[in-house]
C-alpha cells in the first residue's frame, strides 16, 4: 500500500514554478517597439520658404535700385536720358535674346515644343523710316521694301494659316537670318500668329 502511494506521488508531478527571473529577462530581450520617429521634415517644403525668402530680398534689391535710378533721373541732362534708355534697350535685348536661346536649348534636349511664352512681337519705326520686327528678344531690321512686301502676305493670303505660311517662305528665301535670330523652325510658331496680327493692325496695302 505504502508502494502504492509513493508509486501515485511519483506518477502526479507537482505543477512548476514559473521562471519569473527567466520570463522577465525575456520580456526585457525582446527588441522594444521603437517610437515612431517624428516624420522628417520635407527637404521641398524646407527649400520653399528658403526660396520664398531668397526671391523677396531680391526684389527688395530690385525695388530699391529702381529707387535709386530714378531718383537720378530728374539730374540727368536729356543726352543723357536719351544715352541710359538706349543702353536700356540694349540690355533688355540682351535678356530677351538669351532667354530665346535657353527655350531652343530645352526644345533641343528635350525634343518637346518651345515655350509658348514669347514675349512682345511687334513692329517699330525709327526716325530715319526704316524698321524693326522684334519677336523673342530679338530686334531684326528691315527696310521699308521688306516690310511692305510682308504687309502683302498678310493682306493678300486667304486666311491667317495661308498669311503664315506665305511668311515663313518669305522669311526662308529672302530674310533667314530672321528664323535664326527668333529660333524659329515652322510656319506654325506663334511668333508668325502674333506678327500677322501686328502687320494688319499697323499697316495697309497701298493700291
Given at each position: 500500500m505504502a508502494d502504492d502511494k509513493k508509486k501515485s506521488a511519483q506518477e502526479t508531478p507537482k505543477p512548476k514554478a514559473k521562471p519569473k527571473a527567466e520570463s522577465k529577462a525575456k520580456a526585457e530581450s525582446k527588441p522594444k517597439a521603437k517610437p515612431k520617429a517624428e516624420s522628417k521634415a520635407n527637404p521641398k517644403s524646407e527649400a520653399e520658404p528658403k526660396a520664398e525668402s531668397t526671391a523677396l530680398s531680391t526684389r527688395s534689391r530690385r525695388d530699391e535700385l529702381v529707387s535709386e535710378i530714378n531718383a537720378l533721373l530728374p539730374e540727368l541732362e536729356d543726352s543723357?536720358?536719351?544715352?541710359?534708355?538706349?543702353?536700356?534697350?540694349?540690355?533688355?535685348?540682351?535678356?530677351?535674346?538669351?532667354?530665346?536661346?535657353?527655350?531652343?536649348?530645352?526644345?533641343?534636349?528635350?525634343?518637346?515644343?518651345?515655350?509658348?511664352?514669347?514675349?512682345?512681337?511687334?513692329?517699330?519705326?525709327?526716325?530715319?523710316?526704316?524698321?524693326?520686327?522684334?519677336?523673342?528678344?530679338?530686334?531684326?531690321?528691315?527696310?521699308?521694301?521688306?516690310?511692305?512686301?510682308?504687309?502683302?502676305?498678310?493682306?493678300?493670303?486667304?486666311?491667317?494659316?495661308?498669311?503664315?505660311?506665305?511668311?515663313?517662305?518669305?522669311?526662308?528665301?529672302?530674310?533667314?537670318d530672321f528664323l535664326n535670330d527668333t529660333s524659329i523652325r515652322s510656319p506654325a510658331d506663334p511668333v508668325f500668329d502674333r506678327l500677322y496680327d501686328e502687320i494688319r493692325s499697323k499697316y495697309k496695302v497701298k493700291q
Amino acid at each position: 500500500m505504502a508502494d502504492d502511494k509513493k508509486k501515485s506521488a511519483q506518477e502526479t508531478p507537482k505543477p512548476k514554478a514559473k521562471p519569473k527571473a527567466e520570463s522577465k529577462a525575456k520580456a526585457e530581450s525582446k527588441p522594444k517597439a521603437k517610437p515612431k520617429a517624428e516624420s522628417k521634415a520635407n527637404p521641398k517644403s524646407e527649400a520653399e520658404p528658403k526660396a520664398e525668402s531668397t526671391a523677396l530680398s531680391t526684389r527688395s534689391r530690385r525695388d530699391e535700385l529702381v529707387s535709386e535710378i530714378n531718383a537720378l533721373l530728374p539730374e540727368l541732362e536729356d543726352s543723357s536720358l536719351v544715352f541710359l534708355k538706349q543702353q536700356a534697350e540694349v540690355l533688355l535685348v540682351k535678356a530677351r535674346k538669351a532667354k530665346a536661346r535657353q527655350a531652343l536649348r530645352e526644345y533641343q534636349q528635350h525634343g518637346g515644343p518651345v515655350a509658348q511664352d514669347i514675349g512682345d512681337v511687334y513692329v517699330e519705326q525709327n526716325e530715319q523710316g526704316f524698321f524693326h520686327i522684334v519677336a523673342r528678344g530679338a530686334r531684326v531690321f528691315f527696310n521699308r521694301d521688306e516690310l511692305r512686301e510682308i504687309t502683302a502676305i498678310c493682306w493678300k493670303s486667304e486666311n491667317r494659316r495661308a498669311g503664315m505660311r506665305g511668311m515663313y517662305r518669305w522669311f526662308d528665301k529672302e530674310r533667314s537670318d530672321f528664323l535664326n535670330d527668333t529660333s524659329i523652325r515652322s510656319p506654325a510658331d506663334p511668333v508668325f500668329d502674333r506678327l500677322y496680327d501686328e502687320i494688319r493692325s499697323k499697316y495697309k496695302v497701298k493700291q
